[in-house]
């Protein structure tokens, strides 16, 4: 391609390349002068002048030369920034506020965008992710658990699919490296386990199969955050003990920095997991994860699962009579993201429409900017500028505000990216997203489409030549011009139609938000405190110890001074943590081949009940009566009673729990009113066990206080402390802001949504505003004239709301259509709220065209106070 | 002073590569040239010759040095290349082919 590296050449050494010309051109008049001289006599002054003339123009032989190189566009683009910046320069208002309204459009793209790329675009961090697989128990679309020891076995035995398989169990235990001991979330974990995931240890090893061997010495891997902070080092890690759950381990390796959050465990220690004998096909406490082999597809591992399943249900039909159960395998990432995807498909769709928001807004100055300075650019043409030369220097003017509002909407994107980190754990993996340059090129190409856009509507006038009459008449008559106020009027009905259904998303997770501030959680959180307890296998070896210890403990708490009340339950209300148990009723079995009825199961004592203030609405509670070795007794809620027991009172009602038909039946004592395990979006059902009969290790202690819970704390710490110097006591606290900490996903959500529909709003307001604004202003005269025939204040002023909202009305009706259209995106996050809940969408039309009538009353008023002889002498 | 003739459009290209077709020139030796071959009936303005010369040396027809010209001054040489030598031989035909068919209709009645 010699003619392109001519012209870049050309282009480069463009200083050079214009002094030769300017050289052969001096020749050229040198050589003619001299010739002229000797053929014609001419004196070399007269034989010069003549050359000169005969030369022609020296400028229009340098024009036509350039464009003959072919840089001339460059050199014009150059000269035309130049001429954008200082005309932008002069207006400093609308230069600064066109890109602040695109960088708030800009910014908000760019940090979604950021947070899509880093989170559903982006690879896990594992060698081949898309073959790593977790493996569930499934009965049903949607109803998907745990698996169990014998689960386990049985796919580590007999699949053919997976290169390897591993379990994890997830447990939070008191931990020490020597000092006090604390609460941590531990997962243990089988050797397949980190085979599968593939990271390879920094120091030391991870855990291997004889790990995994009932009897092998205590072991654990550990982050290397944990091995810096606890352990002296990452390097002197290895070798250490630590004591998890009572039994000390030894440190046999460290993973590499940055893994903390393994599979979507988020945890720093990794102790081995040594699966005991399987006697039963429960308890699904484990989860799985394998690695798919070398080109076995994610189909053909779950017929693979499907015949091991089979065989599963046969070998074990007599306590787990579901056939329907299989074991099912899903990619590794779906199970990490979960909704992350649809909410940010929500959020993307919020930050376009703000951005096409500010787009229409900024396209919309500039219609005002560009009729503004028709004479300018009319006398520009007259002067011989092409059309095109026009144009081109009014895309440049608008392209370079795009880029000065990408420049300023990065600075919004990082706001805007901590705003969604605070969302927290609706978004897994956001912590990890940065504004890289994949973001700030994002940002750049944003900023300059939308320049372009915003470039379309100037020109089209332009080239329909309305600047034509610019010359004849003021600056104003072209700009309030039928065509371009028609286009302003377009411009803010769209802005209307993006900003409704934005608000209409903000009202309804509103909406939602606020029902379930208003549920009753089902117990009286205000003046309680709770500590959580885990007792240390140990410590407290069989029944016996756990038991004697729940009873002292209460007795203890309930002495201590400020303490009214006090129970123990193995559940806490309003998180997403209950454990679930299956059951069947003696006189009403389900069918042979179904699935059993699953429902929350706790453990719980009668004090739980009186403490939380949950009320008992039949039969009994919990009595010292109800121990070990008596008949096995239950309480369920009244929502349990209103699903499985319809037919016939629940009191005295017998059933089967967790599918074990040999075991003595439980006999229903009592019902209490529902409290929601489940979050508070959740459902009521439940059944309490007696904690005598649960050998509960891990519970939450509940003790009502006299005063201020926060206060008393310590005192029931120091009570608990006395009983076992040796327990972890950290996680304990007030209980009310922690059950309405739960609420905070879905705070998060409404309020980030509610901030973005609030900036849509703003900018379709001061779009209208601004529209209306001019309107009054180029239209003094005419206003003038019809105050002096007579026409009176009222009359002004709603003709001009009348102008302003024939635009406005419009937009809003077909944001209502696109509201509605768009509104089953969010059904999946509501509670208790219509996807098209009319109170909402009427609530916000409302809304919306009252924004806009205050928008349009600013300038009517001031139409209204046109005085009608100043406005005519004006002109 | 013989009666100048304006230039069809077009046409200069073509004599500029002809005037080369000798040897190279400088940009004044070829308008001179053009001169005197067409016995002073085509005199090129410079306006129009300069930018021929770099349009043509843009499409790699005739190339560029700097020499010493016989006046013995710097001067920027124009020569031809292979490629112009061809661009030539074939403007020269069709041009050929195009004024005769003028004649032809012309001569008709």
Not at chain 1, 778 to 788: F, L, M, Q
Not at chain 2, 9 to 23: E, F, R
Request: proline residues 5%; aromatic residues 6%.
């Amino acid at each position: 391609m010699p003619s392109l590296w001519r012209r870049l050449r050309a282009l480069f050494a463009r200083a050079r390349i214009e002094r030769e010309m300017r050289e052969e051109m001096r020749q050229h008049v040198d050589l003619e002068a001299a010739e002229l001289a000797r053929t014609r006599g001419l004196a070399a002054s007269e034989a010069r002048r003549q050359a000169l003339i005969a030369f022609g123009g020296v400028a229009r032989f340098e024009e036509e030369h350039r464009d003959a190189r072919g840089t001339r566009w460059l050199e014009d683009f150059a000269r035309d920034l130049r001429y954008a910046a200082r005309s932008l320069a002069r207006s400093p208002a609308f230069t600064l506020s066109a890109a602040a309204v695109l960088a708030l459009g800009i910014g908000s793209t760019t940090a979604i965008f950021s947070a899509v790329d880093a989170v559903v675009i982006a690879r896990l961090p594992y060698p081949h992710d898309e073959q790593l697989v977790r493996i569930f128990e499934q009965n049903a679309p949607g109803h998907r658990w745990n698996i169990s020891n014998a689960d386990f076995l049985a796919v580590d035995a007999e699949q053919r699919s997976f290169s390897a398989v591993g379990s994890m169990r997830y447990g939070e235990v008191a931990i020490s490296t020597g000092g006090d001991p604390r609460r941590a979330v531990v997962v243990r974990a089988t050797s397949g386990f980190f085979r599968a995931i593939g990271v390879l240890a920094e120091h030391g090893r991870l855990l291997e199969p004889r790990d995994d061997v009932r009897g092998a010495p205590n072991v654990l891997v550990v982050t290397h955050e944990f091995a810096e902070h606890e352990l002296g080092g990452a390097a002197a890690a290895v070798g250490k003990s630590v004591t998890v759950d009572g039994a000390a381990a030894t440190v046999v390796g460290v993973l590499p920095p940055g893994y903390r959050d393994l599979a979507g465990a988020r945890t720093d220690l990794w102790p081995s997991l040594q699966l005991e004998t399987p006697t039963r096909r429960g308890p699904f406490q484990n989860a799985m994860v394998a690695r798919l082999k070398e080109g076995v597809s994610l189909a053909a591992a779950r017929g693979d699962l499907s015949a091991i399943s089979r065989r599963l249900t046969e070998r074990w039909s007599a306590d787990f009579p579901d056939t329907l159960a299989r074991l099912t395998p899903y990619t590794l990432r779906s199970v990490i993201l979960r909704d992350a995807p649809r909410t940010l498909s929500i959020f993307s769709a919020a930050v376009l429409m703000v951005l096409l928001i500010a787009v229409a807004n900024v396209a919309s100055l500039m219609l005002v900017r560009v009729a503004g300075r028709s004479r300018e650019l009319t006398l520009r043409a007259v002067l011989g500028a092409s059309s095109g030369r026009i144009a081109r220097l009014l895309i440049t003017e608008s392209v370079a505000v795009g880029a000065l509002g990408a420049v300023l909407g990065i600075a919004c994107a990082w706001v805007v990216l901590h705003a969604l980190a605070w969302i927290g754990p609706v978004i897994p993996r956001l912590a990890e997203v940065t504004l890289d340059a994949r973001a700030v090129g994002f940002a750049a190409l944003v900023g300059i489409a939308a320049g372009a856009i915003i470039a379309v509507q100037p020109v089209a006038v332009l080239l329909r030549g309305a600047p034509a009459s610019a010359l004849r008449g003021g600056d104003r008559e072209v700009g309030a011009g039928r065509g371009t106020h028609a286009l302003r009027g377009a411009l803010v009905s769209t802005q209307f139609a993006l900003a409704l259904p934005l608000l209409a998303g903000a009202g309804l997770l509103l909406n939602s938000f606020l029902r379930l501030e208003r549920v009753d959680a089902g117990f009286d959180a205000s003046p309680l405190l709770y500590v959580h307890l885990s007792l240390p296998r140990g410590a407290y070896a069989d029944d016996a110890a756990i038991n004697t210890f729940w009873t002292r403990a209460i007795a203890r708490v309930r002495e201590t001074p400020g303490i009214v009340d006090a129970g123990v339950s193995g559940e806490m209300p309003g998180e997403m943590s209950g454990d679930f148990d299956n059951f069947d009723l003696l006189d009403r079995p389900v069918p042979p081949g179904t699935s059993e009825p699953t429902t929350v199961a706790a453990p719980a004592d009668a004090g739980f009940f009186t403490a939380t203030r949950v009320p008992l609405l039949e039969g009994r509670l919990f009595t010292e009566g109800d121990s070990a070795n008596a008949p096995p007794v239950i309480i369920v809620s009244r929502s349990w009673v209103r699903r499985f027991s319809r037919d016939r009172p629940a009191l005295g009602r017998q059933i089967f729990q967790g599918g074990c038909r040999t075991c003595p039946p439980t006999t229903i004592v009592g019902v209490v009113g529902d409290v929601r395990f489940q979050g508070l979006a959740g459902e009521g059902d439940a059944m309490y066990n007696p904690t005598a009969q649960s050998r509960m290790r891990d519970a939450n202690l509940f003790a009502r206080t006299s005063g201020d819970p926060a206060r008393e704390v310590e005192r029931v710490r120091g009570a608990l402390r006395s009983l076992d110097p040796a327990l972890a006591l950290d996680d304990a606290g007030p209980l009310e802001p922690r059950v309405r900490g739960t609420l905070a996903p879905q705070r998060h959500l409404a309020t980030l949504l509610g901030g973005f529909a609030i900036a849509a709003v703003v900018l379709a307001a001061v779009g209208i505003f601004g529209m209306l604004s001019y309107l009054v202003e180029s239209r003094r005269r005419e206003i003038g004239v019809r105050v002096a025939l007579g026409a009176r204040r009222p009359e002004v002023i709603a003709m001009i709301l009348r102008r302003g909202m024939a635009f406005a009305v419009p937009g809003a009706a077909l944001g209502l259509a696109a509201a509605l259209l768009s509104g089953r995106w969010l059904a999946g996050v509501l509670y208790d709220v219509g996807s098209a809940d009319p109170a909402t969408l009427i609530g916000v039309t409302l809304v919306l065209l009252l924004v806009a009538l205050v928008a349009c009353w600013l300038p009517a008023r001031r139409a209204a106070g046109v005085a009608p002889m100043v406005a005519l002498r004006e002109e | 002073m013989p009666e100048r003739a304006e230039l069809l459009q077009g046409t200069l290209d073509l004599l500029i590569l002809k005037s080369l077709v000798v040897g190279p020139l400088h940009g004044w030796g070829i308008s001179k040239r053009l001169r005197q071959m067409s016995s002073d009936i085509f005199d090129v303005g410079q306006g129009s010759l300069y930018p021929a010369l770099y349009r043509l040396e843009d499409r790699g027809l005739i190339s560029a040095s700097w020499g010493i010209s016989e006046e013995g001054r710097r001067a920027k040489f124009y020569a031809l290349t292979p490629a112009g030598r061809r661009e030539f031989a074939a403007e020269r035909a069709q041009w050929r082919r195009f004024a005769s068919t003028v004649e032809l209709v012309l001569r008709a009645n």
